[in-house]
């Protein structure tokens, strides 16, 4: 099947306007100091279990090389705290602050009120085809990497 330019268009801008609209999300409130990049650090640490280094780079597809200098900004604003493992003390757990857990809640909601907007007025079938689409998606962009 051949695209037309329309639907490339409009889903560039669709990913685009996703990262800007996320940006503004989190610069209207308290949290000016964040980038695109710490929301997606704050995301995959989560509020549920602390997580060691590796388990973090994994979940975003990165190296902890590559964790390590922004995690270390995370600390320095107040968002993410490192703790010793009490089970391995050579291990570092990853937490959220409080604010980071702010953050995290804010940003979920965010992309909660996303979802609901994409499906609002779609049949459960039309919701089918949309999945498997994003899933496609989504396949298609972890590949590339």
Do not use: W
Request: proline share 1%.
């Amino acid at each position: 099947m051949e695209l037309d330019h329309m639907f490339l268009g409009s889903l560039n801008r669709l990913f685009n306007e996703i990262l800007t609209m996320e940006q503004k999300v989190i610069l209207r409130n308290e949290y000016s100091n964040l980038t695109n990049n710490d929301l997606r650090v704050i995301n995959a640490i989560g509020i549920d279990q602390p997580k060691n280094m590796s388990m973090v780079a994994k979940a975003m597809s990165v190296t902890v090389g590559t964790l390590t200098i922004a995690i270390n900004n995370l600390v320095k604003k107040g968002y993410v705290l490192r703790v010793r493992s009490t089970e391995d003390r050579r291990v570092v757990l990853l937490s959220l602050s409080a604010s980071g857990r702010d953050v995290y809640r804010m940003n979920k909601k965010f992309h909660e009120e996303m979802a609901a907007a994409a499906v609002e007025g779609l049949d459960e079938e039309q919701c089918r085809v949309l999945e498997n689409a994003l899933t496609n998606l989504y396949t298609f962009l972890k590949e590339q990497g």
